[in-house]
């Protein structure tokens, strides 16, 4: 028997027109040097449908890859909305990429339009001779922009245009949106996302199991729109009528405090690191934070001590979340279960996710064997779902995508209520003796000190044990911790045989384009002599 429900397609103009409609009050702030810039959805939705008639205007039809170059803001709001809703496919370039590998996603995915704020007109100039696809660039806002040869003016096109833009009927399995993985190593990775896959993610990231976003909050995107769709959450507001604070690149700790206490937003997402340094600003007494009802932390492990200091700090508990680029990205929550008591909590918090409704998560051994949901057995999370990727973009790689399953690279455990615990990359995880150390869970210890701003931990050569962890120490402000003081301070936290004997210090540790600890930078380094490493003597069985 077949049901007897209406079909119609899941398609981004349907969120384009219910949040143009429905919550056409809601605002789009976006952070300017000299203050704000604000517009209603109703008027960004208008502009959207400007800008896809100006797109089509320039020849732009199905299918076409549309770059764009920019910051968080209400253009690249306009693009996410106008692009994908017209039948073409967006696709966010990391403003972050070394040239050699922004000129590699604009050529791999063959790019015919690029969109770029003013301000990043001199990164993109360095590669521009070599974009062969690209037809038409888009300069949003003022500058001179003569190194990019001809170019057409945004705003100009827009005000070119007339609203009422017929928004194609689409399939809801077309390719919608495409962004590539950091290439942390090798080249990116494109993945490409459908129209399906980003309207369930939304209604997912909307759902009080994960985000919780609705009409009733504001949210400041402090995760760049060219990074997994900023976790989906401008798809995810439009279609609730969640106002955004769109902070370009004002993400510096004082900026956020000075954005938070003016804008007043209920809700944030970030990295872990983007958190510490809002915690460093907000030590000043007119930083009020008062406003922030939730912040998510994701796209690396966030450490207890850091949950613990902004509970402390800033009075809201931390949710922590996983995700990655191939699953749109979200999948886990840390949201705790219902009857944890108040210290039960905060290790919930501490874990790396619950399992969202929508996708499915398992641990497997490197044969292939699947785990028990234990707590305790440790393998690959595989994961499969409706907005997880089922290949790269012309890249079918089937070490990766293995049986319907994606392969995550994230090794860990599954307890029974759906709780993930990440104890390391596959390709990080230490390997001691025989046995596996976790630089995740050592760097969080690490910085449970006080004196300690950031740490990072690698695996590093060692004669007798082929592998020793190497510890990579930020300090706190005004701190000077010893490499001896920190061993001790681990002595007892850790097993004894995980204390590290070899430390290092640093102004700050290289981070990926996306905010991550690059722990391969820090391996060549040290690989090259450049680390000055100290080497500390491990204290006697206590």
Known sequence: MRSTMQHGPLLISGILRHGQFVYGDSEVVTVEADGYRTATFATVGERAERLAAALRRLGVGPDDRVGTFCWNNQTHLEAYLAVP????????????????????????AEDKVVIVDASLVPVLARVVADLPTVETIIVNGTCDASALGDTADYDALLAAETPGFDWPELDEQDAAAMCYTSGTTGQPKGVVYSHRSTFLHSMAVTSASSIGMTEHDKLLVVVPMFHANAWG????????????????????????????????????CGVPTIWNDLLRAAASPDVDLSSLRGVTAGGSAVPRALIEAFQARVGIPLTQGWGMTETSPLAAVAIPPAGASEDEELDYRAKTGRIVPGVEVRVARPDGEILPCDGESVGEFEIRGPWVAASYY??????????????????????????????????????????????????????????????AVVAVPDARWQERPLVVVVPAPGASPRAQDLVEFLHGRVARWWLPERWAFAKEIPKTSVGKFDKKVLRAEHAAGTLDVIEVAIPPER
């Open 233 to 268: 959450t401008p798809y995810a507001g439009f279609m609730v009528g969640t106002s955004l604070v769109m902070p370009q690149m004002y993400l510096q700790g004082e900026h956020l405090a000075r954005i938070i206490s003016e804008q007043r937003p209920t809700l944030s």
């Open 85 to 108: 809703s017209m039948g073409a496919i967006l696709h966010t370039l990391n403003v972050r990429l070394f040239p050699e590998q922004l000129a590699y996603v604009i050529n791999h």
């Open 394 to 455: 012309k890249d079918p790689d089937p070490a990766k995508f293995h049986n319907g399953w994606l392969r995550t690279g994230d090794v860990g455990t599954l307890d029974p209520r759906g709780f993930m615990q990440i104890t390391d990359r596959t390709k990080d995880v230490i390997k001691s003796g025989g046995e596996w150390i976790s630089s995740v869970a050592l760097e969080n210890e690490v910085m449970a000190h006080p004196d300690v701003y950031e740490a």
